[in-house]
């Protein structure tokens, strides 16, 4: 079961959440070693712990607001396979006016190794109209909120 955990430094200026997952052989392939699709699960399990542990979810779900992904842009670098923990670091690298991207990184603990690394662009939709918003006022400080010296 992936563990959450806040981080209360800042690295490379940027608020980082990091995410524990161990690797398990139900994530593994045919070659023995995790499939791309189930980097997609760990990076989205990883960006679920942030909201949670941010208390972005609670403000969302009351403004009526979810976040909806429009690219996810990810690069596999090394092989993890079966006992590796992940270390799944989740960092806010821009708000704009329309979108917002999320940067995040895979790393293989105790080995000087990235996994993966990606960028994941999102929108916030209106749940009541299905459309998304423009990222402006309340919403905008919330988001900046988590860039540090936004």
Known sequence: ????????????????????????????????????????????EARWGYLEDSGDIEWFAKHNLAWVIVNININYRVAATMGDTL????????????????????????????AADAQVTFVCLDQKTGKAVAIEGELKARLEQHIADA
Do not use: C, W
């Open 87 to 114: 270390e799944v670091f989740t960092r806010f690298s821009k708000v704009g006016g329309k979108s917002a991207v999320v940067t995040q990184e895979v790393r293989i603990a105790g080995k000087d190794a990235v």
């Open 1 to 44: 079961m992936p563990q959450s955990l806040h981080l209360n430094q800042i690295l490379s200026q940027h608020m980082t959440h990091k995410t524990l997952i161990k690797v398990r052989g139900y994530h593994l392939d045919i070659y023995q070693h995790v499939n791309n699709a189930r980097y997609l699960e760990f990076l989205e």
